[in-house]
């Protein structure tokens, strides 16, 4: 099973759906101008959060429309796979920004008390509409390179794990395509960064490669490793971060971090500064400060992802086995104001 996208115009697909169920988020259907250009949906749901108890309250309201409509972002996208899922009708996914890997991957979650569950996979149809795409704030877009990013400190776990006898396989050939997608993304930086038509490519490409990898694959391995644990962690303590993809990038440099820090062979060489440069020349805006994240929250947030990771027996990371003392930490905050704080316009 594996998600199938496809380079179109969003108005003309969804004139050709019929009746159909569109879940949105606050800015997901109404600022891709969607709304003006498509045939409105029979049922509009607005998704607020991906809570257990939000995701059956759309269940309840859903109509009979024999499609589900997923327009926006991250949000929107993860609620219509959850309603498509349970009601067993065809999935169609317009996001409206490429700010995360969620359109491009099958499995599908809800939140319990700020924790993920994992409640099954599901494939739909993914319409990337590159002149929806490229009226999106340039921001929300190259959030989204982050993921890619994200797939160095994500496999050096993976290494670990298998080292230790903790967990699948390492598959090296799986393993080069996060280098190989990270080696491309370096390439289209600059396009990347200038929101041009080009970037947007490259980085849907990228994106969905990932997720086919992972379907393939069977697991989250390649692109999910300590570097999410520590975004789970926040959204576990303090709730939805003020930007995914940022927060994603603070992540991994902090990871990357710390996984050179504890020197474990087993892991592989891993140098942070690769993460810092690709993040800065796609202009992801990963600087603590521009996150509004001080170095006492991030020192919190430290402590608590070791804790929930252990906790929620997430797969074998350097978060298992590292010494997560003040030196590292202050080495990790130190590395991650390498990340410029960068301005629009």
């Not at 250009?37 to 759309?58: K, M, N, T, W």
């Not at 006898?165 to 080069?176: A, I, R």
Request: one cysteine or more.
């Amino acid at each position: 099973m594996e998600v199938a996208f496809e380079f179109a115009d969003a108005a003309e697909v969804l004139a050709g759906l019929g009746p159909y169920v569109c879940v949105a988020s606050a800015t997901g259907w109404t600022t891709s101008g969607l709304a003006d250009a498509a045939p409105p949906p029979v049922q509009l749901l607005g998704a607020d959060s991906l809570e257990e108890i939000e995701l059956d309250r759309l269940l309840e309201v859903v109509g009979d429309a024999p499609t589900i409509v997923g327009a926006g972002g991250g949000l929107a996208v993860d609620a219509a796979k959850y309603l498509a899922l349970r009601t067993g009708r065809p999935l169609v996914l317009v996001p409206t920004a490429l700010s995360c890997l969620a359109p491009f991957t099958v499995e599908v979650a809800r939140r319990v008390r700020r924790q993920h569950v994992w409640v099954g996979d599901i494939a739909g149809r993914v319409v990337i509409d590159l002149q929806r795409l490229g009226a999106a704030p340039a921001a929300l877009n190259r959030a989204g390179a982050a993921e890619v990013v994200a797939t160095m400190t994500a496999t050096w776990d993976w290494r670990l794990a298998d080292a230790r006898d903790k967990g699948l396989p390492f598959s090296p050939v799986v393993g080069e395509l996060g280098q190989r997608s990270r080696a491309l993304l370096g390439e289209a930086a600059a396009d990347i960064a200038a929101g041009s038509r080009d970037g947007l490519v490259v980085l849907a490409e990228l994106l969905g490669g990932l997720g086919a990898a992972s379907a393939r694959s069977s697991h989250r391995r390649l692109v999910d490793g300590s570097e999410h644990t520590f975004v789970q962690a926040y959204e576990h303590r303090l709730g939805r971060p003020s930007s995914y993809g940022g927060f994603l990038g603070v992540g991994t440099v902090a990871m990357a971090t710390l996984q050179r820090w504890y020197g474990v062979s087993a892991g592989g060489p891993i140098d942070p500064g690769e993460a810092v440069d690709l993040l800065t020349r796609c202009r992801v805006a990963a600087n603590p400060n521009q996150l509004g994240l001080d170095e006492g929250t991030f020192r919190g947030l430290l402590r608590h992802a070791v804790r929930f990771h252990v906790g929620e027996f997430l797969p074998w990371s350097v978060l298992n086995e590292a010494d997560l003392n003040w030196s590292a930490a202050e080495e990790m905050w130190r590395m991650c104001w390498r990340v410029p704080v960068l301005r629009e316009g």
